[in-house]
């Protein structure tokens, strides 16, 4: 079992910048891959982004790619997702996520592949 909480969402104008953290408890961190998602109000969530369990490789929409950056600090069980030259197209909640299954190779866009969910943090950028 494993328990996800986002923080760090908030109002911001656009080209500004935030940064999302998602604080993990309960069963090794450090062998999930982790995802992040988003939901615009009246659409689907939609991925943005996954990093492996080491780290060492990471997977983005190409929406965000260059202004998004996701990392994690295995030692603080927490994952990170650094938002830069943000745009009103941003605003949604995000959402993290932790896939199941141990030292996995797949990096996950799926949300349907994650086990584990957040509560979620609104972003919202203004224009």
């Known amino acids: 079992q494993v328990q996800l909480v986002e923080s760090g969402g908030g109002l911001v104008q656009a080209g500004g910048s935030l940064r999302l953290s998602c604080a993990a408890s309960?069963?090794?961190?450090?062998?999930?891959?982790m995802g992040w998602f988003r939901q615009a109000p009246g659409k689907e969530r939609e991925f943005v982004a996954v990093?492996?369990?080491?780290?060492?490789?990471?997977s983005y929409t190409d929406s965000v790619k260059g202004r998004l950056t996701i990392s994690r600090d295995n030692a603080k069980n927490t994952v990170y997702l650094q938002m830069n030259s943000l745009k009103p197209e941003d605003t949604a909640v995000y959402y993290c996520?932790?896939?199941?299954?141990?030292?996995?190779?797949?990096?996950?866009?799926?949300?349907?592949?994650?086990?584990?969910w957040g509560q979620g943090t609104q972003v919202t950028v203004s224009s």
């Open positions: 990093i492996s369990w080491r780290g060492g490789r990471t």
């Open positions: 996520a932790a896939d199941d299954t141990v030292y996995s190779w797949t990096l996950w866009t799926e949300d349907s592949e994650y086990e584990y």
């Open positions: 309960g069963r090794a961190f450090g062998s999930c891959n």
